[in-house]
């Protein structure tokens, strides 16, 4: 492993004024060992590090770096929203404006502008319940949906990574009403609405997975649980803070939904919608909406919800995300999944590569599908500890976790490319070589 001098130095001193040096678990390199590496700058497709080393990046902030890092046009529109004042406390223009893009581009008829996706779906579910008068909502085990105390249960992300005991902090109580189901599995389904179904406030599922590593959802499966919802009572709450305005300009509404003919009843979104700054929403049907205080009475607020920075960062964002970027977006993920399949299979690493659009992950391993997150925890996710130093070595950044997606950027050009692909068959070789107890 390259020394991390600078680097190490200030983990040192994060580790003494914040727990574990961080302040997001996944950040702190536990499951691949070895120091964090802190950050200086981006541009485009590359980050450059407190010691001065560059390296392609395939986190991209996890998500919201759609057109790549410091793009000029979103540093101009952000310059001069900061020089208009950074937060008033009051409504401004910027975020009416981003709050029509986004209901001009998905299912959504009206939304509200909350700081982080935890907040959108913890708000979405309040509304849900607030709506139905019901209590019980059902999730899928490895489906993450922030911190939220009540979907803490059986989560991804960096729960699954950092194996923690079931949701410690979280009294039993608050747990009760959640329902647990297995991912992709239509009887399960099936079988807690039968039970339950007079009870249930919502269903909520990511659009498609990916904090187990990328499952995609089985055809149909998401207008399945419309469906079931529908005829239960109870509301359809898709998650989009991962997929929104990622995998199209629609989301993963915009690969399913807009064909088979349905749409949720309420809709998370984050990540890409801020541009790189804490921004989220959660949206859907108008007379759900309009529950929300001050038009109703389900309280939800925030003080720096619809900041004029973050949403003019959005905005700005999703008027650049065109076809071209979308398609610039869409023909880097394929080949570079080609590259990686391709450089594993020449080492004999059995593995499942599975994207969801231009998201992606690798499971380990295997070479059977993933649908469900009992076959996720099964990978053989220690192959993955050699294979992410190897690349980092050849200055590529891999997310710090076997269960966490990949994601490119408009801006990955043939230069990024090419640095991925020369690293790629050492790093398979690594994983090749790699043992349970290494």
Wanted: hydrophobic content about 45%; some cysteine; proline content about 6%.
């Amino acid at each position: 492993m390259t020394p991390l001098p600078a680097s190490q130095q200030l983990f040192d001193r994060a580790r003494a004024v914040s727990p574990g040096g961080v302040n997001s678990p996944v950040r702190a390199f536990r499951a691949v060992g070895g120091t964090p590496i802190f950050m200086a700058s981006g541009e485009g497709a590359w980050l450059t590090d407190v010691d001065g080393n560059r390296y392609v990046d395939l986190v991209g902030s996890w998500g919201p770096m759609l057109l790549g890092h410091a793009h000029p046009e979103v540093l101009a529109a952000v310059g001069a929203a900061v020089a208009r004042g950074t937060s008033f406390g009051t409504p401004s223009e910027p975020e009416v404006l981003l709050a029509e893009e986004i209901v001009d581009r998905t299912s959504a008829e009206m939304v509200r502008m909350v700081s982080s996706g935890t907040e959108a779906t913890m708000s979405a579910i309040r509304l849900a319940r607030g709506f139905t008068g019901r209590d019980k909502i059902v999730k899928f085990a490895g489906c993450y949906h922030g911190h939220v105390d009540a979907l803490l249960a059986e989560a991804g992300s960096g729960v699954v990574t950092l194996g923690l005991p079931e949701t410690p902090g979280v009294p039993a109580h608050v747990t009760a009403d959640t329902i647990v189901l297995p991912y992709n599995d239509r009887a399960a389904v099936e079988a807690a609405f039968a039970e339950y179904g007079d009870q249930i406030a919502c269903l909520i599922t990511e659009a498609a997975a990916g904090n187990m590593g990328v499952v995609p959802p089985e055809p149909g499966f998401n207008r399945f649980l419309s469906e079931v919802c529908a005829r239960h009572g109870a509301l359809f709450v898709s998650d989009e803070v991962m997929t929104g305005f990622r995998v199209t300009r629609s989301g993963h509404w915009g690969l399913d939904g807009q064909q088979e003919g349905w749409a949720p009843d309420l809709v998370t979104f984050g990540k890409v919608m801020g541009g790189g700054f804490p921004a989220a929403a959660f949206g859907g049907r108008k007379d759900v909406m309009e529950q929300l205080a001050p038009a109703g009475p389900v309280y939800q607020a925030g003080t720096l919800s619809g900041n004029p920075i973050a949403t003019t960062a959005g905005l700005t964002t999703l008027r650049l995300a065109d076809a071209d970027a979308y398609a610039r977006l869409d023909a880097a993920s394929a080949r570079l999944r080609t590259m990686v399949t391709e450089a594993l299979a020449a080492e004999g690493v059995k593995h499942t590569l599975q994207n969801a659009g231009n998201m992606f992950s690798v499971f380990w391993g295997t070479d059977e599908p993933v649908t469900h997150f009992a076959a996720a925890q099964a990978q053989e996710a220690w192959r993955y500890k050699p294979f992410f130093h190897a690349m980092l070595d050849a200055g590529v950044y891999l997310p710090p976790s076997a269960f966490e997606c990949w994601f490119v950027s408009a801006a990955h050009d043939e230069e990024a490319l090419s640095r991925i692909g020369a690293a790629l068959p050492g790093a398979a070789r690594a994983a090749a070589r790699a043992t349970a107890q290494n």
